[in-house]
């Protein structure tokens, strides 16, 4: 069973503009890696709003384990079943690296006593050296915040990973580094969605999809 | 829980901003904790003082009501006057009650003790004088002659309505000397109070009929009398009756007692003529000359006197608190007080024209209070909007992974607090420490100002201020004894001029020592939590209209 499916998905902006996604209709499911690629203004980015409940679609359903995510609470569906790996990384500048990953914890409503270590662990598993982790992100490289947003997705262990071009700051040797993360993390059986402009990331998908003005 | 670590973490990576909103929160707390702990004054002034005063009341003629009685009578479409002598007639029945009757009122559950005193005046012989600085007392018509002669009785210049007045009435003639016995040590409230005390010798026992008293030191000086010596009186109505006391005791008049003064027309009225003993005595001197007394009836004035020493009885009723006063009246009328007597007591209404520049700032301390809080919200509330839209971002992210919009809401309304809450804290120690001196500064203009107020009326009405009353230079010691060239002719002859002569010299509460107590504080964080919610509210209400998409999508 898919872990994620999009029903015939439809979305507009506002009631009198055009569809930015009409009829999508996808299934993704868990241990593999999605690309999702397009032309700019295509609905990327506007997909992956409406995969992590930023969104909701004007017509059309998203199924979340069978379940249809409209009728679950967004912020508890946010902070629990998917992890959401921004462009921007949306990392708390003013927070280190370990807070804002035990922050998202606290928000997931995880109870471990120990959660300043499970971040530890995390941020030692995309690469952030013991050194950095309680440096201010701001102060961090792009990679290293892009893998600071990448423990924060992972930091209460969700089902699904989306990451909105998470390569598109980085230079191409750490982009093959977050890509072997995100291939970790597909083994390890979760479904990772990306979107993406780059062929590269898309070739090292398991599935690439591609939006045209809005439809698959 | 993690909601309070994350505002504590964010007060303290943002410490510009909470220094700001700090300062401003400690300026309201300071403002507030001083508005607060003036008005807690005030409260605890009146109630402390309430219930350490014993209050205490009198029974008296209502001769107000009496008269609207009496005018019931009568109709005044008939367009006459109502009847004096109808009038003059009822008044004259209404006498004062008598030891007994006052008893019966005495058993008033309200009522914690009682007390009286028995007051009489006597006339000097032989030797002896009183203090006289109006020479009104003429030596050579008193003592020792055989009968009295009421020509020889003060004449006072001027006189009400113009004319000579004697003091002779129903009473009988006035004598040289005031005699107060006294039923208790309780009833010698001037002695309680301090303003008089002992010098020499001891108090008479209250309880003896013997002729025991104590005099003022300025009359022992003036007699050259001492502790030992024995003086002798005479009945004013009837010089040949005379009454031996032996001197126990000297006091001195220590303050100056607006109650003392009693009109100065009479070496009788002066303070310090005053021949103090036991009721018990006194008052078996009245009954003494009761017994041989004569009744003489005046061939001019057709008045009936009698030739005994007459007495009057001040009973007074103690009272625990004031609520009991105010029952008392309800249980006196109960046990038969009959509506032409009436229940007064001189100690509320004087405690409460003490208060009134207290409560003039309690209440200007209340409408500062409102203006700090109003101008306090406004700051705060444009502060948290600035703090808000700067934190825009922050809130984008914290909804965008998950934390409920409240959640957002309360982490921000709780740094709010926090800040709030210490500034309170602060502001509280700092406004205890400065509040009693504030207070009392402020309380001071105040009074100063009432007194202004009161002297610049006065002036209005063409009347002499009590403070620089023409000539009056009695010296403490001496209540009331205008000295000097002080002359009663210079006085208006209209009862007004009395009346400014006899005001009350503003006796106000002038200092306060409360200062912030747990009250205040509790309070001042009532305030605070207002002030908090009222200013976080429009924070909230913009959290709650934030959509995190539109707000990292801009960014992008």
Redesign the interface.
Known sequence: MSTLQLENLSYKYEKASANVLSGVSLNFESGKIYAIVGKSGSGKTTLL?LL?G??KPTAGKILYDGKDISKIDK??????YVG?I???F???P?LTAT?NVV??M???GMKDKNKTQIAHDLLGKVDIEPEEFDRRVLKLSGGQQQRVAIA?ALSYNPQIILADEPTGNLDGETQDEIMKIFRRLADEGKCVIIVTHSPDVAKAADVKFELRKGKK | M?IIK?AL??IS??KGRNILIGIIALAIAVSACVALSIRESAQKAREDTLSLMNITAQISVDRSSMMKGDKGNFDPSSGQRPSFDSMKEMLQGSSELTLDEYEIYAKAQSVKSTYYSLSATLDATGDLEPIDTKGTFDKGNRGDSATSDESSRPQMPGGFGGGNFDFKGMMGAQGDFTVVGYSSDEAMTDFISGNKAIVDGVVFDQNTTENNCIISDELATYNNLEVGSEITLANPNNTDETFSFKIVGIYTINATENSNFMGGFSTATDSANQILTSYEALKAICDTSSESAEEVTDENSGLTTSTAVQGSLNYTYVFAKVEDYEAFADEAKALGLDDKYTVSSSDVKEFEDSLVPLENLSTTAGWFLLIVFIIGAVILIVINMFNIRERKY?I?????????KWKVATQFVTELFVITLAAIIIGAGIGAAVSVPVTNTLLEAQIESNQEAQNDREQGFGRNPMGDFGGMTGKPGMPGMPGGDFNMEDLPEDKGGFDGFMQDASNYLSKVSYSTDLVVIAELIGVGLLLTLISSLASVMFIMRYE??KI?SN??
């Open positions: 709003s992590s930023l969104a912020y508890e569906y946010r902070s629990k959401v921004f462009q921007s949306n990392l708390l003013q807070e922050l998202s606290n928000i997931a924060r | 993690y994350n973490r964010s990576r943002a922050e984008g992210v914290l909804t965008a992974i998950g934390m409920k995190p998409l990292l960014r992008d």
